[in-house]
Structure formats: C-alpha cells, structure tokens
C-alpha cells in the first residue's frame, strides 16, 4: 500500500544531496560555448579568470563531469534553510475540484524569499576559498542581490551590489535588507565607474537598466584588486549549483513512490528552471524515464516561445560573452512587467539547447492572469507568491483544470521559487485593477532581433 | 548515546498536537477573573457573548479543563505551515563561542510572519461554525490582521480590520497583503463609527492608537447583524491556542532527549510567551521539572518590570473589560516604538499572575541593543527577525555569553516569533544610527498609574 502523503515533505538533513548534478554531462547536443566577445571564439578558463573565480570557471566549462561534490561548508549553510519542503496542495486539489495530484517546491523560506541563495552561497565560498576580498553583482527586483549579501556576510566577504536606479528608488526596503547584511548598494547607473559615468553623460535622468548594471558590476570586479563578478542565474554554474531543487524535489518523490507526470517552471534567465527540472531531464535523456517538461515565460519578454536560436550578447553593454540562446536580441527592453526577475532577454544555453532539441515545452502567460492565479492560491495555499513563482501556479492551475475536464488524474509538479512580499505595489495594482497586460509585436520583435550580432 | 541534533527539527505530521493546552487548569492561584465595565463584576458568558463567539467564550471562562480538542479543519490548515521547526543555533553558538547549547522555535514560516496565525485561524473557525458572517479586529504593525485576513479568506468570512492610520499610511505593503487576502481595511479613526467620529471630532488630524481601533472594531461587531469581535493577544483563549509553539517545542526537545534550562520569550500582551511555556510552565506548576522562564518587554513599555499588579481596562476607550493584570494604565502611550507588536500597556492576566507568584522572570532591553542582536543573528543565522522577537533574541545573547564566561553548558530555549520583511523603516534606522531609546521616567509612570480605575 502507497504511504500516505503529508501536506509537507521534509527530507530528513541525512537525505539532502551531497553533490550537485551537471545535467550537460548527459546531453547528447551540448550548448554551445560562451563566446569571447572580442575574438569570437570560444572562451577559454584564461578568458573567464579575471571575470569570475577559478573553480566557477571550471564549473562553467565542465560538460561531461556528471557530479560535483557540493563542500562541506556549504552544506552546513544549506542545513540553516534546506531541505526546503516538497508540498502537496491538497487544498488547491480540493478548492479546484481536480483529480490531478499537484505538488509544489517551496524555495522562499528563506530571508532572501527565493531560491537565489542556493547559488549565492556557492559563488561566495568559492570567492572565500580563493582568499578574494570581495564580489560584485548587479540586482533588478533585488532577490539575487539579497541573496548575495546573505552569503557574502556569513563568509565575511565585501559584497557590492549595482542596482537598477528605478527599482533602488522604488524599492527601498529590499535594499535595506541588503544593508541589513553589510552589503553596500549602489544605484546604477553610477559616477564609480567609466561605464556609469558614460551612459549618465549621453543619457542624464535614465532610471537604469539589468544590462547597464552587469557592465558597471564587471567593469568594478576586474578594475578592482581582490575582486571577481558573480551573476545570479543563465550561466551554467548557477544551473549546476541550483540543480540542489531538483535533486530534493527527485528524492522527496521517490521516498513516496510518486511518479511526476508534468513538471513546470517559471523561466527568466533559468536559474529555477534549470535546478528543478535537472534530474528528470537527465532520466528522460538517458532513457529512464518521460516527463513532460514546461517552461513557462511572461508574454511580455517571451524569448523561448518568439525569440531566436543564435548567438547573442548577455548583457545590453556587450561587454560579456555571447552565448547560443533564445534570444529576443540584447537591445530589448521589456514593458514594465512586475516579475522583475523574468525580464531577460535571453535563456540559459543548456534550456536554450534542451528546447531546440524538443525536449521541453515553453508557454507564455500575460500578467493579469498571472495575478489571479497568485492571489488564487495565496488565498488557498496561505503562500503569498512572488509574481515570478505565479508564472508556474498559472499554468499548474491550467493543466489541473483540463484533468478535471478529462477526468485524468495526472501529477503535476511545479516550483514556487519565492515569495511576494516586496512586491506588494505589484499586488495592489492588480486589487485596484490597474494592471496591463503588454505583448510585444511582431514588429517591435522583428526589429530587436535584426540587431543580432 | 544521545541522537545527533539535526539544525532543524521537524516534528512529523503525526506527531502535532492534537489538543491544545489549558494552563490555567494547573494554576493554584488562578488568574483573576474579567470584569465588566457597567457592573464592574465578574464577566458572566452572557456578557461576553455579544462581543465573541460563544466556543470562545467558553474558552475563555474555563480555567479548570486542561485540555481542549483541536478540531480536525483547523489541524488541517495547521498542517500548511506547521509543524514550524524548533532550530539549533549551531552557527550562533559558534560564532559567539559559548558553551551554551542554543534553540529557537521559529513561527515566521507562513504569509502573516508570525504565530499570530495559530489563534487567528481557531477564532475564524469557530465564528464560521456559529453561522457568523464576518468579524472585526484592530491591527497596529499589522500582523495580527494579515494572520485574520488569511484566516476568514480560508474559512469564506468577511474581515473587517481598522488599523491604526499612522501605520495605514505608514506601512501600505501590509495593508496590501491583507487586501490581497479580501479583507477590508479602514485607516481608525474612522467616521464609519461613533466612538471613531467623536475622536475625530475632538482631535482632528490624529494619527490614531491601538486603542481607538479597539474601540471601533468592537462597536462595529456589536451593531453589525452576524458579527463579532476577534483579538490576537492579552486573552485566555489566545493563550490556549497558542500553546501549540509550546507543545510542539516541549515534543521536539523530547524527541531527542534534550532539558531545557532556561526559556525566552518576547512579551506584548503575552500571546507568544503564554504559549511557548505553556508546558513548560504546567511541568513547573505540577512539580514535575524546573526551568528559568524570562519574559523580555521593551523598555520603552515595562509592564512587567515597571508596572501595577491591578484591575485595569483592556482598552484607551474603557469600553472593553476590566483585567487584573501588570500595567501601566490604559492612558499610558508608548514612546514611538519599532516593536509594534510589544506596544501595550498591560499584560496577559495568566502571565501576570504567574509572575505576581514568582513563576518567571521579566527583564526589559531598550530598543539599540535589540537591533544589534537582530542585525547579529540576521546575518549568522540567516533569517532577518521582527524587531518583537529581537527581544528575545538579545536575552539569548545575553544568557549565552554569560554561560562562556561561566563554563556552563545551559541549554536555552527562545522564540521567534516572526520576520521582519515589513519592518525595514526600523531597520534603517538602526544602519544609520538614527534610532533613540526612550525609556519613560519615574514621574511620567506615576502619572499614570495614578488614574487606574
């Protein structure tokens, strides 16, 4: 007889993974290599080594070491908030009146109220290890840059964040709680750097963008002794380290003998996606298994679902590499949508590849939907979710809604990767019914996309 | 062998109460009885019933049943965020390098961010099950009215909160989350209210008080068809439900053979504190085991330590009940504050009885020194805590660097009661150094203690 199921799976710290999965080890069709944005060829360790620390490089570089053991001192700082819960909503089944099973990874019981900090706290002991003084990192809606403050202060590292002018004006808590940790917090653009300084001369008055933040974070890393530059999700190292979701999520499952039909997530950069979906992708491409795979993204920055498969830059400032991606050209600017984290132009090149390949889907979901779906389940579930984490409840709530239609009873996994607590203007919009729902159009697309390098 | 403590202990679902735990019944000298403010005797259910729900009632008149079922739908929506893991504070004691081995009972897992929830969803229920239609209550920082208004959105109740303007206007963000949740809120005073209009009209342009929102809540319940009044602290019934935190804590401590020596609370009107020692307290009450129980309030509002053990109102309009508790007279306003939560002038009369009996402790820390340990433990402990909870957390601190420069291995038991996302104006504050610590003198106590009724 099946055991009976909890509200709340924990695993016992006894059971929490010990290594972290490398998903690219098992791909048939690698991604392609980052790009030296000044030869165009492939970036080597010694192109990436004044960037980022050494042993990220390795990780970046790496595709065909299946595990990497995850340190002991980083495992000692995933006890304080891991293993984070695997949750069966009974009540959303109930309230919804579906027979689908639904499940969801909870990822914001922690301060940083998302599942940025898995990654973060890697970057920070690997910058420790070195013996560097300090990181740098750029931050939008300021989940990742919290994140990295947490770390940085539990590994007594400087932590010096760029962050978008507009959201630093906008969201001053978010920022305090950054302080709170002992980081310093910089509006960008800024007069510290050549970059800041130029772009405030041909553009006085600009609230800032992600990419110029990226360009004045880098330029500070490799301008400054004892520094490097961390970024909080596309690169593959964030994917490896993140793949901690999935492996919890994987175990929790199978400790019940629960076989996951549909597994969802919400992709930006896919920092989230990537970590949840590792090892069920890595069963379905060795053959072990099938799963269908969605990747759900707003309509308003839709870069699996109507961008390109090609090269482009990461960053706006086209100081970065480029990578191989879905990419709705380095130039776009998304409308101002509240789920500031899904507002990237490109995907990881391991999702980018995984999707050109047919191994997943990807849907797009406009915002007031989004909200409903939030606040639906907030009411229900008692999470208040952040609008990023929403993108997956509204297609969950979908695809459990067309069971109820055909009767299957189908299991639906999906993640909840934060929490909306510093997102209340965004909620209030939506309660005052004042929020709008811009998609892009083939024109504005088109035009973005002709940029491509 | 003694198990090996894991950092979070997790209770499994099986193992939650299933009954809450009536202190009173174990008190010899039982806490004095309300009286109503016409009469000024004894409040007979008859008196209570138009106010509160009649199982509430019950509840709060029976000081001899020591235990009380918890009905199966709220165990149910408990088991969304409960059990709440009891943590060992590895990285707290190391850091502070004492002898000490340090627990916390963290209650800020859940959208309202604090254990206000555990009373707020059992006063729901039981309005629910009388066929009520809605209920009533004041928010001051706003946390007991997120927990009600998640409470009734589960249980398909109105919720009607009057909030203090001053923290309307103050902190939109809660205000926000509890709308999201359907609740209606209402800046007090307010001109939907008698008591409301007569305040406005003699103090216009008045930020309003706890007080004030007392009051209305209770007219609008009491002249409102299908209403009552709900309160999320200083009451038996609260401190019943409550003791959830100290059942589930005292089950944990069991589990894995562990005696408290010392245990630490933050106190307000007592709702925490009450039920973290609940067990405890029964033990020590029945002879059965021993422990230091500290209640810490804020210097600024010294009930305990500075206060009368005398009848007082519950509330600044003298509509509500009389109570024997310690206080500083229901005129007494509280030097402006971070710790909305602890901003009371009068005390749980259960608490004050057990300290009038020289049962517990009570200490007062001013508002700098709170902060400092918040920031401290925010950044080793990883979860960024209420400026109530701080509280505890600096008596902790205190207790364990005592124990280093002693040698003594005590075992110290605290709760946390909440997070401290929707306090970040406070926090500032204290990173810029811009925080004052008034505590009230002797002569401005006098005052007014001299009006007690």
């Known amino acids: 007889m099946a055991k009976e199921i909890p509200y709340k799976i924990y695993l016992d710290e006894s059971e929490m993974p010990t290594a972290w999965y490398n998903l690219r080890a098992d791909m048939k069709n690698k991604p392609a290599p980052l790009l030296n944005p000044a030869t165009r060829q492939p970036c080597t360790a010694a192109d990436l080594a004044p960037v980022f620390c050494e042993e990220l490089v390795k990780q970046?570089?790496?595709?065909?070491?299946?595990?990497?053991?995850?340190?002991?001192?980083?495992?000692?700082f995933y006890k304080m908030y891991r293993p984070s819960p695997l949750v069966r909503a009974y009540c959303l089944e109930k309230k919804l009146g579906t027979p689908a099973k639904i499940y969801y990874k909870f990822e914001g019981n922690n301060t940083s109220g998302s599942h940025k900090l898995n990654s973060a706290i890697a970057q920070a002991y690997y910058a420790k290890q070195q013996g560097l003084k300090g990181v740098t990192t750029e931050t939008g809606a300021g989940q990742w840059g919290t994140a990295l403050s947490m770390a940085c202060s539990y590994f007594d590292l400087d932590c010096k964040v760029y962050m978008v002018k507009v959201s630093y004006e906008q969201k001053p808590f978010r920022r305090e709680v950054m302080r709170t940790y002992g980081a310093s917090v910089t509006p960008s653009p800024s007069t510290e750097t050549a970059v800041g300084?130029?772009?405030?001369?041909?553009?006085?008055?600009?609230?800032g963008s992600l990419g110029c933040a990226i360009s004045e974070a880098v330029e500070k890393a490799t301008t400054t002794e004892g520094y490097r530059y961390v970024l909080g999700s596309v690169l593959n190292q964030?994917?490896?380290?993140q793949s901690v979701i999935g492996l919890e999520t994987k175990a929790a499952l199978d400790k019940y003998g629960v076989?996951?039909?549909i597994i969802i997530g919400c992709a930006g950069g896919g920092s989230n996606?990537?970590?949840?979906?590792?090892?069920?992708?890595?069963?379905?491409?060795r053959g072990e298994a099938d799963y269908r795979i969605i990747a759900v993204e707003p309509a308003s920055c839709p870069s699996l679902t109507r961008g390109k498969f090609a090269y482009d830059f990461c960053d706006t400032g086209k100081v970065c590499p480029l990578a191989k991606m879905y990419t709705l050209g380095c130039d776009f600017i998304p409308a101002p949508n509240h789920a500031g984290g899904l507002r990237y132009h490109g995907m990881?090149?391991?999702?980018?590849?995984?999707?050109?390949?047919?191994?997943?889907?990807?849907?797009?979901?406009?915002?007031?939907?989004?909200?409903?779906?939030?606040?639906?389940?907030?009411?229900?579930?008692?999470?208040?979710?952040?609008?990023?984490?929403?993108?997956?409840?509204?297609?969950?709530i979908d695809e459990a809604l067309k069971c109820k239609e055909t009767g299957e009873e189908k299991t639906i996994v999906f993640g909840l990767t934060g929490t909306g607590y510093f997102d209340m203007v965004a909620y209030e919009k939506y309660n005052d019914g004042k929020m709008n729902d811009y998609i892009p159009t083939d024109e504005e697309l088109a035009e973005s996309l002709k940029k491509l390098p």
Chains 1, 2 share one sequence.
Do not use: N
Request: proline residues 6%; charged residues 25%.
């Open 60 to 76: 970046e570089l790496d595709d065909t070491t299946p595990y990497f053991e995850i340190p002991q001192e980083i495992r000692d």
């Open 259 to 261: 076989k996951a039909d």
């Open 197 to 207: 300084r130029k772009i405030l001369e041909e553009h006085p008055g600009t609230t």
């Open 238 to 241: 964030v994917l490896l380290h």
């Open 348 to 396: 990881s090149s391991t999702l980018s590849q995984l999707y050109a390949d047919g191994l997943m889907e990807a849907t797009s979901v406009t915002q007031t939907k989004v909200f409903e779906a939030a606040e639906y389940f907030a009411r229900v579930e008692g999470i208040l979710p952040a609008p990023e984490s929403s993108h997956a409840i509204r297609v969950a």
């Open 273 to 285: 996606l990537g970590g949840l979906i590792a090892p069920f992708m890595g069963e379905k491409l």
